[in-house]
Every structure is written in structure tokens, then in C-alpha cells.
């Protein structure tokens, strides 16, 4: 018996600390089945379309759509709700100060990109206080791809509890990004396709990106065949040092909503392990809305490091 047990715990996955990251699926796999019940993860599938959970999930997964963590405010849509409501749903889907999370969604290929609700859902995580979550490193395919089963049971997390502290420093606000831009060490990134940086999309009420801004699509970082999985850093350096985004610098992240930027931000601080790198929440959608539509844009440009 003794040395049964020795080989189960061999088997389950090293995990030293806290901390915030990926792990393989056949990693999450041998958490999520630890003799110990009280020893498993909370698991969160993050995807946005519900009857996507219920044609398959992780097992013990518990469904957290990334959109219910914002909503319209002072006209601006999709900004992130209050503490007040997001900690109720953070207890609500389990979320809890002592516990590993899992988080996954889908992915695989272009314009598929459910990876950024996962990425998301980490960033709030984080922002209030939860300091072990891991996204499982290429989603759902790749949980398929290991040969591992999806179920259609479901699954609901007890009432968690979140740590007394938060991490707001995390996030940035307008404020921060006018007082960053343009500074000695300090650089901007805009997280979006190359076509809206530049302008030439249908989608925003104005055109363009935040004047000092360069140009690093997410996808870059992300394995072409499957766009839930990352890139290794040592893929990456020479692509982001070539664009200038480097460790020594301070780093905020924008996108169009933040999806996109929390990738970014992800990336740079959880995988590159990057020590300064923040995201602008409110994101292109509240900058071009501010001040009476006032504040300045750009349109054109090229993806920096290309």
C-alpha cells in the first residue's frame, strides 16, 4: 500500500507555489484526479457560448463565461462591473484563496480566439488577489489531442474565498497611460490585428490606436495550429526584442476591449516573466469615447519588430 501511494504522488504534477502560468493538459489531467478531493483545482471553462460547454468540457469544470465579468458603463460597453459584483461572481464560480484554478477555453485556428477569455478571466483572478492559476496550454484541442475524454456532465464549485488582498496595481486607467506614454523606459503596446491599428477596420467609432503606441498582434505569440497554445519565450525574444518590448522595460498593454491585451500582458509578465507590464482596462473602446471624442488618434503604421 505504501508504495502505491508513493507512486501516485510521484505521478501528480510538482507544483512548488503559487503561482501564475500554464501547465500541459497531461499535468492539469493528474491534478484534476488527485486521490485528495480536497486537493483538486477549481477548473473554469471561460468560454463565451454556453452550448459549448455543454457539448463538452474538462471534467470538474465549472462554467465561467468571461463576459459576465463586464457590462455597459456611462455608455462605454463591455467595461469591467464594480468589485462589489465581480468578487460576488469570482465566489460564485469558486474562486478561492487556498485552491489551484484551471482555466481553459477553446482555440485552434484564426479568428477563433477563445484563448483571450481565458487570459481575461486570469487577469481578474489575479487583479483580485488569487495567486495560483495556471491556463491550460492549448485548450480544450489540446486536451482532445492528448487523448484525454471531454464530458457533458456538469459541474458547480462550492462558494470560494478570496484572498483579503487584491492586486489592482496590475491594471491601468486613462490617467496612467497619458502619464506613461512618451517617457524615457516606458512603452506602450497595442495588442490588436495590424488592421486596426491602422484604421482600415469597420469596427471602432474612431480609427486608429493611441498616439506612441507600436503595433505586437497577440497571435504572434501563439502556435499556429493550435492559437490556445503558447509559444515557448525562447521562440518569442528575438521577435519581441526586435519590436523593443523587452524586460527592462515599463510595459502597458492595450487592445480593442482588453481581451487581446490581457494575452499580451499574460505573456510578457506569466510566461516571458517580464517584471513591469500592466493593461490599459479600459481599452480602445473607452479612448476614443472619453472627453467628448477628443482624445488624439493615430491610423497607419507598421507591426513593430517586422
Not at 133 to 148: E, N, S, Y
Not at 156 to 180: R, T, Y
Request: hydrophobic share 40%; with cysteine; glycine share 10%.
Amino acid at each position: 500500500m505504501k508504495h502505491i501511494l508513493l507512486s501516485v504522488l510521484v505521478a501528480l504534477p510538482l507544483i512548488a507555489k503559487a503561482d501564475i502560468g500554464v501547465i500541459s493538459p497531461a499535468d492539469a489531467k493528474a491534478l484534476i484526479e488527485n486521490p485528495d478531493a480536497s486537493k483538486r483545482p477549481i477548473v473554469l471553462d471561460t468560454r463565451g457560448g454556453y452550448k459549448d460547454y455543454f457539448r463538452g468540457h474538462l471534467p470538474t469544470a465549472h462554467h465561467l463565461s468571461f463576459d459576465t465579468l463586464r457590462g455597459t458603463d456611462e455608455g462605454v460597453p463591455v467595461q469591467y462591473l464594480p468589485d462589489d459584483l465581480t468578487k460576488a461572481l469570482l465566489i460564485r464560480a469558486g474562486a478561492d484563496k487556498d485552491r489551484t484554478h484551471l482555466v481553459y477555453a477553446t482555440g485552434e485556428a484564426l479568428p477563433n480566439d477563445e484563448i483571450l477569455s481565458s487570459t481575461m478571466v486570469v487577469h481578474v483572478l489575479e487583479k483580485f488577489g488569487v495567486k495560483d492559476v495556471r491556463i491550460v496550454d492549448g485548450g480544450l484541442p489540446g486536451w482532445k489531442a492528448a487523448g484525454f475524454e471531454a464530458t457533458q456532465e456538469y459541474f458547480g464549485n462550492p462558494p470560494g474565498h478570496l484572498p483579503a488582498e487584491s492586486n489592482k496595481g496590475i491594471a491601468a486607467n486613462i490617467a496612467d497611460v497619458q502619464a506613461h506614454v512618451g517617457k524615457p523606459g516606458n512603452i506602450l503596446v497595442d495588442a490588436r490585428p495590424i488592421n486596426e491599428f491602422r484604421g482600415e477596420d469597420i469596427v471602432w467609432l474612431r480609427k486608429g490606436h493611441i498616439p506612441g503606441a507600436i503595433s505586437f498582434h497577440w497571435a504572434r505569440l501563439m502556435e499556429k495550429d493550435n492559437t490556445h497554445k503558447f509559444k515557448p519565450f525562447s521562440e518569442t525574444k528575438a521577435a519581441l526584442e526586435k519590436a523593443g518590448i523587452t524586460a527592462d522595460k515599463n510595459i502597458i498593454c492595450y487592445c480593442g476591449t482588453s481581451r487581446e491585451g490581457s494575452l499580451l500582458r499574460f505573456y510578457l509578465k506569466h510566461v516571458a516573466g517580464y517584471p513591469n507590464v500592466r493593461l490599459y482596462e479600459g481599452a480602445w473602446k473607452e479612448y476614443v469615447w472619453l472627453n467628448g471624442k477628443s482624445l488624439p488618434a493615430e491610423t497607419g503604421g507598421e507591426p513593430a519588430g517586422q
